[in-house]
């Protein structure tokens, strides 16, 4: 059940007829709306031209109703979709973005100065569920076990930064910065994040290192499944460095892991 069922489910409680064209194809082929018509909770009669669905058991209606949306409440946060829904992800919730720091020096955050170079030393990573960060130079970097090592091969100059989660655009316009690096898998997802962040952040660069064409040879695996497919936004980029990782990975249909570095 989702949110279409739950509105014309909800106008049928409320208003004890809908007609036909009001009811949402879905709904109308669905197995549980067949169930109410065979068991004669819901009658269809004719209308006009076409047909109408009205309450005509009310309780078992309202049973129904009741097992499907245990509460009739506004959703704001994944716990109201199960109380509404029994089912955390089926409407779409706003939520502060959880992101993983790491860095060597002080950078703010919700207006906080934090000593980055503290955390970083002591526990390795500094999280936050953050609504504004400001730092110098940032590089996004893809891969949780990338980012905990990516100072080893970039240096200490910018702020390492992971999401929980896929980076999207609400979450990345709570970045402020001069200087943004993106370090991501050269696959097609991974060209699709960038040129994705890059809508945001019209200055932000794909590190792409000197050596590619030679680690791409050494290190490149198979392309298959998810990574194979390209979306439109990297088929028409016009980026010379997005351009150069699309012909790559088209030509030789392979694509190189962002831990290629590690064996370097």
Same mark, same amino acid.
């Given at each position: ?13 409320? +208003? !004890? *007829? =809908? ?12 197995? &549980?709306?067949? @169930? ?108 949780? +076990? !990338? *980012? =905990? ?12 930064? &992971?999401?929980? @989660? ?99």
């Amino acid at each position: 059940m989702n949110q279409t069922d739950f509105r014309t489910y909800k106008k049928l409680k409320d +208003d !004890t *007829f =809908l007609t036909e064209k009001a009811i949402p194809k879905s709904v109308l082929s669905s197995p &549980h709306f067949k @169930g109410l018509v065979f068991s004669m909770i819901l009658e269809k009669t004719k209308s006009g031209r076409g047909f109408r669905y009205e309450v005509s058991k009310v309780t078992e209606f309202e049973s129904f109703f009741k097992t499907h949306f245990p509460e009739d409440i506004e959703v704001i946060d994944k716990s109201d979709n199960v109380r509404k829904f029994r089912n955390s992800k089926i409407q779409k919730t706003a939520s502060t973005p959880i992101f993983m720091l790491r860095g060597f020096e002080t950078i703010t955050i919700n207006g906080n100065e934090v000593n980055l170079k503290y955390y970083t030393n002591k526990f390795q990573i500094f999280a936050c569920n953050a609504g504004k960060i400001e730092a110098e130079h940032i590089c996004i970097v893809e891969n949780l +076990d !990338t *980012f =905990l090592v990516a100072e080893k091969l970039l240096g200490k100059n910018y702020v390492f930064l &992971h999401k929980y @989660g896929r980076i999207g655009k609400e979450s990345l316009s709570g970045l402020s910065t001069d200087r943004l690096l993106v370090f991501v898998d050269y696959d097609f997802n991974g060209l699709e994040e960038f040129l994705r962040i890059r809508e945001v952040f019209e200055f932000a660069q794909l590190y792409v290192p000197k050596n590619y064409d030679e680690l791409f040879r050494l290190y490149s695996q198979s392309l298959r499944g998810n990574k194979a497919e390209m979306t439109n936004r990297v088929k028409q980029s016009s980026d010379t460095e997005v351009i150069k990782i699309r012909e790559s990975i088209t030509r030789n249909n392979r694509f190189l892991e962002q831990q290629y570095w590690k064996y370097d």
